[in-house]
């Protein structure tokens, strides 16, 4: 299991996505500015590990504060709101900040060294959490998959999108280990290409059969029997089901429609947002142009073209046949069966 974010020494440790999958660098925030920047700049990416990562950076903030009282909380206020604003579709960021305002409340009449203390016991206990969670719904996914699964991913749910093990990738994993996985197809996953640089590295190293495909592939494999299974994680999920992840999912979804597969989603319930009614309120991130101009620091387009770069797209819940979490598998009509596995 690759060790993707965690606290050492009065710092947060993760490991840097930009550099894989040529280089394993690791790299140490030592504030919370600092874990922001690395969210922000997706050198840790990935909606539950997003969450663990600002749940650390909190906690070293408050540890590094030099302030008490109500002071402590308004610098505290301060940090959630800097780190809440890097990434605003990953409904995890915000779901691991309003779990650690919780405990902020809970020991804060404690004095400031109970406060210190637990507040990194409780980004801890998120980190372990997700963990487990992955490897739950790793086990519930693996049951949904067919014998000789033939499974088409896209982006990067992995180890690397979480505290560990993984979503959509946990259930590859899990299905591996069952001996379940005839192939995976990772979509390159453009502009960033999460698929093609991190669901390649990660599957094989745990020698998982891999192929990567350019994005405008995958209707065509479909079409030619290559794929029984999607699989796919989400950074979030709105109340009716609709499902926001990397941009490219809503493709592949219709696609997978049309070509009569299955297409499964992965996440955690921290991943819910019952709030949210639909796909249509949820806010889609979109990045810098360089990202899709550029790639490794040579241009690919005429200077001073017009880029658009959301980084989500919405698949509505028409397309999804289940989505698989921790607590169970929920299907249509969402409404009702994400409310009862969320616990309302």
């Not at 840790?44 to 009282?69: F, S």
């Not at 299955?262 to 810098?288: C, H, M, N, Q, W």
Request: net charge negative.
């Amino acid at each position: 299991m690759l060790p993707t974010v965690g606290f050492d020494r009065d710092a947060v440790v993760l490991i840097d996505q930009r550099r894989l999958p040529d280089e394993e660098v690791y790299l140490r925030c030592r504030d919370h500015h600092e874990v922001a920047r690395a969210i922000k700049d997706m050198a840790i990416r990935g909606a539950p590990a997003i969450g663990v990562a600002a749940a650390y950076g909190l906690a070293l903030g408050v540890r590094l504060a030099t302030v008490e009282g109500e002071a402590l909380r308004a610098e505290f206020e301060a940090m959630a709101a800097e780190l809440a604003a890097t990434r605003p579709t990953a409904m995890n960021l915000f779901w691991a900040i309003a779990r650690m305002r919780s405990r902020y409340e809970a020991l804060a009449a404690g004095g400031a060294d109970g406060l210190r203390s637990g507040l990194l016991r409780e980004a801890e206990a998120i980190d372990e959490e997700d963990v487990l969670s992955c490897r739950r719904i790793g086990d519930l996914g693996a049951d949904l998959l067919p014998d000789e699964a033939r499974i088409l991913t896209h982006c990067n749910a992995g180890a690397l999108a979480t505290a560990g093990y993984g979503t959509a990738l946990g259930v590859i994993r899990s299905a591996a280990k069952r001996g379940k996985v005839r192939s995976v197809l990772a979509d390159e996953t453009r502009p960033y290409l999460q698929g093609a640089r991190l669901t390649a590295w990660e599957l094989l190293r745990d020698g998982i059969p891999t192929t990567v495909i350019a994005d405008n592939m995958a209707g065509f494999l479909m079409s030619r029997g290559e794929v029984n299974a999607v699989v796919v994680g989400a950074d979030r999920i709105a109340r009716n089901g609709d499902v926001a992840n990397k941009i490219g999912t809503y493709s592949v979804a219709v696609l997978a429609r049309e070509n009569g597969i299955p297409f499964y989603v992965a996440a955690p319930v921290s991943t819910f947002d019952l709030a949210t009614p639909s796909g249509k309120e949820i806010p889609i991130e979109e990045r810098a142009p360089e990202e899709v101009t550029h790639h490794g620091g040579r241009r690919l387009t005429p200077a001073g073209v017009t880029v658009r770069n959301p980084a989500f797209d919405v698949t509505p819940a028409r397309y999804v046949t289940a989505i698989v979490c921790e607590r169970g598998v929920a299907r249509p009509p969402y409404e009702e069966s994400l409310a009862a596995l969320a616990g309302r």
